[in-house]
């Protein structure tokens, strides 16, 4: 079956736009993820969406946002963009909120910010 | 609150060599563990992980992982290293309880030398 995916797998922004990041989670995965993996802060959690509500959230200032719509499928967006905001974004999903199940994650998105 | 420790940033390892990626954890209650690797410009694959039950763990690849409580260590291991086994890898954790996001620590750089 397919996997995550992520669109799109790169991106060049100005500093001051935003950006708008897809994620498609596996089929009868309800719960998406969101990380930012840098080479100086490794991988930082942004937030977690289960049945189209945030379940959790990580320490990221409030132009980092995100939304789950009714098919799983899962948004985020950064707004005033920064030079520092340039990573790799991570989506992740799993079967559920609580549990054991693994989490899968896609390829990522390529944010560059010039 | 959780997190994780990975101590070596690099691990350089002769093929054909065993190798271990050490990983400790800190969590409240029970652990869910888990270990991903990247390749280059990739998203993070999933090698195995722990929930309960035998303490060791066999996963993708020919990797295993031996989860000691006491330690609270999770470290990954390979009888045999291949070149191809060259990559980033991380461990994460999760609590059995509650609804905590998944957390990595800072990968180890392993580099299979042929």
């Known amino acids: 079956k397919a996997g995550v995916t992520q669109t799109p797998r790169y991106l060049i922004k100005t500093r001051g736009q935003q950006v708008t990041l897809s994620c498609s989670p596996i089929s009868g995965h309800r719960s998406v993820s969101w990380y930012q993996q840098t080479p100086g802060q490794g991988l930082q959690f942004l937030f977690e969406?289960?049945?189209?509500?945030?379940?959790n959230k990580g320490n990221f200032p409030g132009r980092f946002s995100g939304r789950q719509f009714s098919n799983s499928r899962s948004e985020m967006n950064v707004s005033t963009l920064e030079l520092g905001d340039s990573a790799l974004y991570l989506c992740a999903s799993r079967p559920e909120f609580t549990g054991p199940g693994g989490y899968t994650f896609g390829s990522g998105t390529r944010l560059t910010v010039v | 609150a959780q997190s994780v420790a990975q101590p070596e940033d690099q691990v350089n390892v002769a093929e054909g060599n065993p190798l271990t990626v050490k990983c400790t954890y800190s969590?409240?209650?029970?652990?869910?563990l888990f270990w991903y690797v990247q390749y280059p410009n990739r998203g993070l694959q999933f090698l195995l992980k722990?929930?309960?039950?035998?303490?060791l763990v066999k996963g993708s690849y020919g990797f295993e992982a031996e989860f000691n409580k006491s330690q609270t260590s999770f470290h990954l291991k390979k009888p045999s290293a291949l070149v191809s086994d060259s990559a980033l890898y991380f461990c994460?954790?999760?609590?059995?309880?509650?609804?905590?996001?998944?957390?990595f620590g800072t990968g180890t750089r392993l580099t299979i030398i042929p």
């Open positions: 969406y289960f049945s189209e509500t945030q379940r």
């Open positions: 994460a954790v999760r609590s059995y309880f509650g609804n905590e996001k998944l957390t």
């Open positions: 969590v409240s209650g029970n652990p869910y």
């Open positions: 722990y929930i309960t039950g035998d303490n």
